[in-house]
């Protein structure tokens, strides 16, 4: 139980210091800029699990067939 709450703690910690960072010009860039790399790497992700699932299925057809 005491684990949960420093987790608690630290999660609602980083809301803050985030809130106050955000406060800033340098800080609403930064946040820009590390929204656009996490959207990147979602998009990355999703790609490359449709073409690897386009492949399976390719190769399930391939041996059905």
Do not use: P
């Not at 630290?10 to 656009?36: E, K, M, P, S, Y």
């Not at 790497?41 to 699932?53: L, T």
């Amino acid at each position: 139980m005491k684990n949960v709450l420093w987790l608690l703690i630290g999660i609602g910690a980083g809301f803050v210091i985030a809130h106050q960072v955000n406060r800033t010009q340098q800080g609403r860039a930064f946040f820009a800029d590390l929204d656009t790399k996490a959207r990147e790497f979602g998009e990355a992700v999703s790609d490359g699990y449709h073409r690897r699932e386009a492949e399976l299925r390719d190769a399930i057809d391939g041996a059905a067939s």
